[in-house]
């Protein structure tokens, strides 16, 4: 009897498993896909965000939300925001704005210590707000979170130079090591961007961060640099290793 009773019960796990478990894990897949697909700067087809947004926001509520199904809600809101921005229409890019900051606060309480979460909230609380302690707080917390990591770098680091005198000492610190970690994963091209776009104000720092990387990566920004006719001193690198 006991062990008919064990059976049964196992056999009840088996298909609460199924119906709640594989779903949810279905749809964890299908939210990581939608991530790296917008990470990675995918165009999609008119509508296709706003049937993904549709279909979030129909689901039932739960009380543990998995991360991946956070990231991709947070991540679509925001390329529908920048679409909107892109058409001038203020009114409807106020109200997506307002809905990504809820949105973003929800998946920061699932994974607080997610850096690009961190860097999102910041980017849409200046837009909001413009700048302030609280701001600069949330840009602190995605480099605690993640201090040298290329791919949040790639977007995180001309917004860290923009504010650069504002910030506490050692966010500075990571903010310069992150310009060198940039150049040193072998993103030139950015670098020099950054350089001498938000960065400039604060050439001799960056570039004296420099004197660690790869010395090809220093060349390759050096020749990058003086192609736009700057005459920065890269460390390491000779006049004579300069094409002009």
């Keep these: 009897m006991i062990l008919r009773a064990l059976l049964l019960l196992l056999a009840l796990c088996g298909v609460l498993w199924s119906v709640t478990v594989l779903p949810s894990s279905s749809r964890a897949g299908a939210a990581r896909d939608i991530t790296a697909r917008i990470m990675s700067d995918e165009r999609f087809k ?3 965000l706003e049937q ?4 979030a926001e129909a689901r039932p509520a739960v009380s543990i939300q998995q991360p991946e199904i956070s990231l991709a809600d947070v991540l679509v809101r925001l390329r529908l925001a920048e679409s909107v921005v892109q058409r001038k229409t203020s009114e409807e890019a ?5 809905a990504l900051a809820r949105q973003l606060v929800l998946a920061l309480a699932t994974s607080p210590s997610d850096a690009f ?3 999102m909230l910041y980017s849409v609380d200046v837009s909001r707000s413009g700048f302030s302690s609280k701001t600069l707080t949330y ?3 995605s480099y605690l979170a993640a201090p040298r990591e290329a791919w949040i770098a790639l977007r995180r680091n001309r917004l ?7 910030l506490e000492e050692p966010v500075r610190n990571n903010v310069v090591s992150e310009f060198a970690g940039l150049l040193d994963s072998g993103f030139p091209e950015e670098a020099a961007a950054n350089l001498v776009s938000t960065g ?7 570039l004296a961060s420099l004197e660690p990387v790869d010395f090809a990566n220093r060349q390759t920004l050096s020749k990058l640099l003086a192609a736009q006719g700057l005459k920065l001193e890269v460390p390491g690198i000779q006049p ?3 094409p002009w």
């Design 46 to 48: 008119p509508g296709r």
């Design 52 to 55: 993904m947004l549709a279909r």
């Design 94 to 98: 106020d109200r997506e704005i307002e």
């Design 117 to 119: 979460l961190w860097l």
């Design 139 to 141: 840009l602190k917390q």
């Design 160 to 166: 860290g130079l923009a504010v650069f005198p504002m």
């Design 200 to 206: 400039w104000p604060h050439r001799k720092i960056l």
């Design 240 to 242: 004579s290793d300069r």
